[in-house]
C-alpha cells in the first residue's frame, strides 16, 4: 500500500462505459442502469471527456413532459434525445495525481457524485466515484500506525518518546513531550494520514 496521500489513481475503477455524443436517450438510460451508475461520461475523437450526462440530466424531460415551466435552457434539455444535446458540460473532471482529498473536495464544491478522470490531454482514463473515496478508511490498522510512527513520530526530535496505537482507524498517540505547542502540530500530521477517523492524544509534559 502506498503512503500518504492516496492520489486518485490508487482509488479510481479503471473500467469505464462511456457513450458517444449521438447515444440515444434510450440508450443512455438503459447503460445507466446496466452498470449501475448515475452518470456518463461523454467522449469524442480519441476518447476526450467534453461533458458528463447524469441521472438529473436525463429527468429534465419527465420534469417538464406536460408544463411549460422552467427556463429555456430546461426546456430545451427536455427535449433533447442525444448525449450531446444532454450532457452538462464542460465536465467537471479529475487528474489521477491529483489527492484523495482533492477529489473529494470537487465533489462537494460542484455537488457530483463522480468525476471522470482525464489525462493532462484530456483523454479518459477512468472514473472516480464517492465510494471509491471512502475506500483509504479500509485500510488495516497495523498499516496506519505503521505509517504515523514512520512518517510522522519518527521524525520528532530524540527524547520525545510518542507511540502510536490505531483501533478501527481511530489514532492514540501516547508518551511525552518537551512542549505541550507540538500537540496541534503532531496532531494535524497525524490526521493528514489516509485512513484516519480520529485522532485522540495522551500526553504527559516533561
Not at 445507466?32 to 441521472?55: C, F
Not at 434525445?81 to 473532471?93: I, K, N, Q
Not at 464517492?130 to 475506500?135: E, F, I, N
Not at 492514540?172 to 503532531?186: E, F, K, N, Q, Y
Amino acid at each position: 500500500m502506498p503512503e500518504s496521500p492516496y492520489t486518485v489513481s490508487d482509488v479510481m475503477t479503471h473500467t469505464v462505459v462511456a457513450v458517444g455524443s449521438k447515444a440515444s436517450f434510450k440508450e443512455i438510460v438503459e447503460l445507466l442502469a446496466q452498470w449501475k451508475v448515475s452518470a456518463l461520461p461523454v467522449l469524442a475523437g480519441e476518447g476526450r471527456v467534453v461533458g458528463v450526462v447524469s441521472e438529473a440530466d436525463l429527468l429534465a424531460k419527465e420534469e417538464f413532459r406536460d408544463t411549460e415551466r422552467g427556463d429555456l435552457a430546461e426546456r430545451i434539455k427536455a427535449s433533447a434525445l442525444t448525449a450531446g444535446d444532454l450532457m452538462s458540460t464542460p465536465a467537471v473532471t479529475v487528474h489521477a495525481d491529483a489527492t484523495v482529498a482533492e477529489a473529494a473536495r470537487i465533489m462537494a464544491h460542484r455537488h457530483v457524485k463522480r468525476l471522470p478522470v482525464v489525462d493532462r490531454a484530456g483523454l479518459l482514463q477512468g472514473v472516480v466515484s464517492r465510494s471509491d473515496l471512502l475506500k483509504v478508511f479500509l485500510r488495516p490498522d497495523e498499516e496506519i500506525a505503521e505509517e504515523i510512527q514512520h512518517s510522522v513520530l519518527n521524525l520528532l526530535p530524540p527524547g520525545d518518546t510518542l507511540k502510536a496505537s490505531v483501533t478501527d482507524g481511530t489514532v492514540t498517540i501516547a508518551g511525552s513531550l518537551p512542549d505541550r505547542g507540538l500537540v496541534p502540530v503532531i496532531a494535524r500530521a497525524v490526521r493528514s494520514v489516509e485512513g484516519v477517523v480520529d485522532v485522540r492524544l495522551n500526553v504527559t509534559y516533561r
